[in-house]
């Protein structure tokens, strides 16, 4: 590992085309995030394809775009370890399915009984609200700030070019399911309405808008206390391979308590852009020449450009002038001088080390 | 045993007296015994066998008019609804059921009950038909008084202590109090129209079958066991299951508009004289004021059913006087 760049590691950038080796390669690993990564070449290929366009797209953005990112590790000469995405208008052609929890009160005086009773509606609340989606990292990274910058960087983009997503943002996460395709919520419910598990049902609808599958399932309100115990545990539960990007999530200040997911009864997380911590604290701030500060907060830093973005994590203070060395502006290919979108985190840099990946 | 055994009458006060456990003994823990008010047009009926010890009561219901416009009565809509998906080569066919007053206003055939000791099947649907006969006799006489349907709800399946699988597998969800056995404690503490407090608790949207337990899909719509007399009986009579069920244990609804029903289309108001031949005479109810219903043989001549046997002189009626009448039998030619 090379240590050309210890306190500017890390990297994202939109993917391109030629990423296609190593995102295929992220896809077949068992990397821990939200597998909505193709692993069908040629699938991935055309989501590459569609993410160059509407990266280089000057034109009014229509909200049927997709905005692919990957992670570089600058250490290890750019060895592509995450990729995370942006859906700018999902369910654009259709409609956008969830189950919005509710809670109905039944009261009986005379029998002394008041109930709440749990209910899940199915909607089209989130039909246009811009997805976070697609959060893969390399298991090795996970417990340094490489996910940080995978998936709070997309914030600072979508803040960036807020005329291209709406002012409502979510994300869906990954219900409870083992490896043998067995899911409790789904068994509990969609299997009902398919007669095969989640992955047969995955699979037919493959290439196909998820919305088939959403017009089999029941209309009406489901009563959660008709349903089976494993499927009841499992609401608004995650997979294991949803922890981390889960947990960023609601530290960015997004609300997971309304929707889940209709498929896996995992978590779908909502919030207002300006409402979320990356985008409330991020400043426009002028770069100037100098060494780079251990010891000081990490800040989330982007050069602000839609075709070339770039995002690092570099340690500054809260002077109203940035510091970039020459690595750093060299990574997020500015010149000295330019002005960057600047957001502190919360943890800082350590002094005089190496962030261990 | 001979219909000639059989008496109709209502049910009056001495057969509910304190000692007198004929009528007590047919019903079941919880059943309403309060005698309907006059004004109310409701009437309880009484099957017995006349015997030299007296009269045992072998079956007894109430005729209501106009249920659940005082008090609200719920029942779950059995409906269906078909989720396509005509890419996927899918196509699902869903049974729901929907909490509802559909049958707010119609009249009712509540609270009915038989004896089965010591009775054969036959005895005992000899003395539900002339009991239903009897009932649907007073509503043609009281035709004004009634709406558009009539029905009744049938026993869901239980189990040898009490228990119903459709309430185990729905309505417990949403309400954990008794509801093992007869519900008499719930009767008891709240009156005959417990079951609108615990419908309230019950859930407003459709709900889909498939999300219950095998068992309790299995029981929508099925009779109790003690009870399998009553689909045929019912059904001989022009009643049949209208996709309505039970709250608690998800028995069948049986309906049928009054005004098609063989009975009602059979029912005529003929004059009465005495004189005819036993040999060729068949049974007829007749109606007589004060809601009196006897059991006679005669045979109709046009607008007069000449009767084999002599009325009781104190039921002796002024010579041009109507009565409504109705043949026991079915197959009877009404014209």
């Given at each position: 590992m090379s240590d050309r760049h210890p306190l500017c590691r890390y990297l994202l950038r939109p993917a391109l085309p030629a990423d296609l080796a190593a995102l295929e390669r992220l896809a077949h690993a068992s990397a821990i995030g939200i597998s909505s990564l193709p692993s069908n070449r040629a699938a991935l290929q055309d989501k590459l394809e569609r993410s160059a366009h509407a990266f280089e797209?000057?034109?009014?953005?229509?909200?049927?775009e997709i905005y692919l990112f990957v992670l570089e590790d600058l250490a290890r000469?750019?060895?592509?370890?995450g990729t995370s995405g942006i859906e700018a208008s999902p369910g654009f052609h259709d409609r956008f399915y969830s189950y919005r929890n509710e809670f109905i009160v039944q009261v009986s005086p005379e029998l002394g009984t008041r109930n709440r009773i749990h209910t899940l509606h199915l909607c089209h609340d989130l039909t246009g609200v811009s997805l976070l989606t697609g959060f893969h990292i390399d298991p090795a990274y996970a417990d340094g700030l490489a996910p940080q910058l995978l998936s709070r960087a997309r914030l600072l983009f979508i803040a960036q070019f807020a005329e291209r997503f709406s002012d409502r943002i979510a994300s869906e996460n990954p219900g409870p399911a083992d490896d043998n395709g067995g899911c409790p919520f789904w068994d509990a419910v969609g299997r009902r309405f398919f007669d095969m598990d989640y992955p047969s049902a995955e699979a037919l609808t493959s290439g196909r808008n998820k919305a088939y599958i959403a017009e089999l399932m029941p209309q009406s309100p489901i009563y959660v206390p008709l349903l089976d115990e494993p499927a009841q545990w499992a609401l608004g539960q995650l997979h294991a391979v949803g922890e981390l990007p889960f947990a960023i999530l609601l530290d960015e200040g997004f609300e997971a308590d309304t929707y889940i997911n209709i498929y896996d009864g995992g978590p779908t997380v909502e919030g207002r852009l300006q409402t979320l911590k990356s985008v409330r604290r991020a400043r426009r701030r002028p770069s100037q020449a100098g060494t780079l500060q251990p010891g000081a907060r990490w800040q989330l830093v982007s050069n602000g450009r839609r075709r070339d973005f770039r995002a690092v994590l570099l340690p500054a203070d809260a002077a109203p002038t940035l510091t970039l060395d020459e690595a750093s502006a060299a990574a997020l290919g500015l010149h000295i001088g330019e002005p960057v979108l600047a957001a502190a985190l919360d943890w800082a840099a350590p002094a005089g080390a190496e962030e261990a990946a | 045993m001979k219909s000639s055994n059989l008496h109709v009458r209502a049910v009056s006060v001495e057969d509910l007296?304190?000692?007198?456990?004929g009528l007590r003994s047919l019903l079941p823990g919880g059943t309403d015994t309060t005698l309907p008010a006059p004004e109310s047009g409701e009437q309880w009926l009484l099957v017995e066998r006349l015997g030299a010890d007296g009269g045992r009561p072998l079956a007894c219901l109430r005729l209501r008019a106009g249920i659940g416009l005082q008090a609200p009565r719920h029942w779950y809509h059995v409906g269906c609804v078909v989720h396509a998906a005509k890419p996927l080569q899918l196509f699902h066919r869903q049974s729901t059921l929907l909490l509802g007053s559909d049958h707010a206003g119609a009249s009712e055939l509540a609270d009915l009950c038989w004896a089965r000791a010591g009775l054969s099947l036959a005895e005992q649907a000899a003395a539900l038909r002339l009991l239903l006969r009897a009932a649907l006799l007073q509503l043609a006489q009281q035709r004004h008084a009634h709406g558009v349907s009539l029905i009744i709800e049938l026993p869901g399946p239980r189990d040898?202590?009490?228990?119903s699988p459709f309430w185990q597998g729905l309505g417990r969800h949403f309400y954990a109090g008794e509801m093992v056995g007869h519900t008499a404690g719930l009767a008891a503490r709240h009156g005959p129209d417990w079951r609108a407090l615990v419908a309230v608790l019950l859930p407003r949207q459709p709900v889909y079958a498939s999300f219950l337990p095998a068992a309790t899909q299995a029981a929508i719509g099925q009779v109790d066991a003690s009870a399998q007399l009553l689909p045929e009986l019912l059904g001989s009579e022009g009643?049949?299951?209208?996709?309505h069920v039970g709250i608690i244990d998800g028995g069948p609804v049986f309906a049928a508009c009054i005004d098609r029903l063989p009975a009602l289309l059979q029912a005529r108001r003929l004059s009465l004289a005495e004189g005819g031949d036993a040999a060729t005479s068949e049974p007829w109810l007749l109606a007589l004021p004060g809601q009196q219903t006897l059991l006679l043989r005669g045979r109709r001549e046009g607008q007069v059913l000449r009767l084999a046997q002599a009325l009781p002189a104190d039921l002796r009626l002024a010579g041009d006087a109507l009565v409504w009448a109705l043949p026991l039998e079915l197959s009877a030619d009404p014209r």
């Open positions: 797209s000057e034109d009014d953005a229509t909200g049927e000469d750019g060895t592509i370890i | 007296a304190p000692g007198n456990g040898d202590e009490g228990r009643l049949a299951y209208d996709h």
